[in-house]
Nanobody, 118 residues
């Protein structure tokens, strides 16, 4: 099994920045892709960003392209989400996910709240 623990959420003003971290433990050899999802109240969970094992391949939701950056440090089994130029609509619970392929998510973190105030 793999355990994922997020940290770094909080309250920030619009235009500000936050960096989320996701630390993986357990059978981390099963992880190929790491990703960040988010879910706002009353909305479906959406994929925000994902990154391949090597870190070379990344993808982003249109709504965050140019503002968010995903990265990973395999030596620390940790993924990061740098969020800049935050907007009120970025307010959500952010979840870390991981899986053995580019499209499959087998492991989830407990979520961390990000609140952007105007």
């Amino acid at each position: 099994q793999v355990q994922l623990v997020e940290s770094g959420g909080g309250l920030v003003q619009a235009g500000g920045s936050l960096r989320l971290s996701c630390a993986a433990s357990g059978r981390t050899s099963r992880i190929y892709t790491m990703a960040w999802f988010r879910q706002a109240p009353g909305k479906e969970r959406e994929l925000v960003a994902r990154i391949s094992l090597s870190g070379v391949t990344t993808s982003y939701a249109d709504s965050v392209t140019g503002r968010f950056t995903i990265s990973r440090d395999n030596a620390k089994n940790t993924a990061y989400l740098q969020m800049d130029s935050l907007k009120r609509e970025d307010t959500a619970v952010y979840y870390c996910a991981a899986g053995p392929t580019w499209y499959k998510w087998e492991y989830w973190g407990q979520g961390t709240q990000v609140t952007v105030s105007s």
